[in-house]
T-cell receptor, first 114, second 117 residues
Framework: AQSVTQLGSHVSVSEGALVLLRCNYSSSVPPYLFWYVQYPNQGLQLLLKYTTGATLVKGINGFEAEFKKSETSFHLTKPSAHMSDAAEYFCAVSFNQAGTALIFGKGTTLSVSS | DTEVTQTPKHLVMGMTNKKSLKCEQHMGHRAMYWYKQKAKKPPELMFVYSYEKLSINESVPSRFSPECPNSSLLNLHLHALQPEDSALYLC????????????????FGPGTRLTVL
């Protein structure tokens, strides 16, 4: 069965530090991979996605993620955290061949301290 | 433009009320979704419409009734809800994928915060 695991329900960093949010998936077919961000009382905003092609994907707000098939991972990084990055981050997977909708990880809350 | 709009932003209703949530997109997407999200949890899929036809119903209670009047509009009719139905209700849209499930990039609206008293 397809699934998504986000390691660490809560990550805390200092402003200016590296942000690393981990996401692993399990799938028997090639996945489409997404990272969404959710600010309090708002909807989900797409940060970036991987479908095919280049495995290093750049998104909005300075975030990027690398698809590593051998590690079944799609970790999200940002070189330097900003206070405004504090939010909930969801990794999600879809499997076009199966015709299913998004499967979400449980989410990671990112806190940024000054 | 990747905007999905939802109205109302907030809704408070009693258990005997009938109300509706509305979602609209003008991106030409032919797949639309309803999700329910509880605090500190990921969104849970409720319904998927593909080409205005219901393609996925994730065993949602009948007190939730979806409707897709046209390719831009999605409604969720609510009746006789329970307090445990209080949540953020999110709408999303995308182009349909294979088998009508809808697997291209989903764009989400801001949600309707529902409180059932």
């Amino acid at each position: 069965a397809q699934s998504v695991t986000q390691l660490g329900s809560h990550v805390s960093v200092s402003e200016g530090a590296l942000v690393l949010l981990r996401c692993n998936y399990s799938s028997s077919v090639p996945p489409y991979l997404f990272w969404y961000v959710q600010y309090p009382n708002q909807g989900l905003q797409l940060l970036l996605k991987y479908t095919t092609g280049a495995t290093l994907v750049k998104g909005i707000n300075g975030f990027e993620a690398e698809f590593k098939k051998s590690e079944t991972s799609f970790h999200l990084t940002k070189p330097s955290a900003h206070m405004s990055d504090a939010a909930e981050y969801f990794c999600a997977v879809s499997f076009n061949q199966a015709g299913t909708a998004l499967i979400f990880g449980k989410g990671t809350t990112l806190s940024v301290s000054s | 433009d990747t905007e999905v709009t939802q109205t109302p932003k907030h809704l408070v209703m009693g258990m005997t009320n009938k109300k509706s949530l509305k979602c609209e997109q003008h991106m030409g997407h032919r797949a639309m979704y309803w999700y329910k999200q509880k605090a500190k949890k990921p969104p849970e899929l409720m319904f998927v419409y593909s080409y205005e036809k219901l393609s996925i119903n994730e065993s949602v209670p009948s007190r939730f009734s979806p409707e897709c009047p046209n390719s831009s509009l999605l409604n969720l009719h609510l009746h006789a809800l329970q307090p445990e139905d209080s949540a953020l209700y999110l709408c999303a849209s995308s182009q349909p994928g294979l088998a009508g499930g809808g697997t291209d990039t989903q764009y989400f609206g801001p949600g309707t915060r529902l409180t059932v008293l």
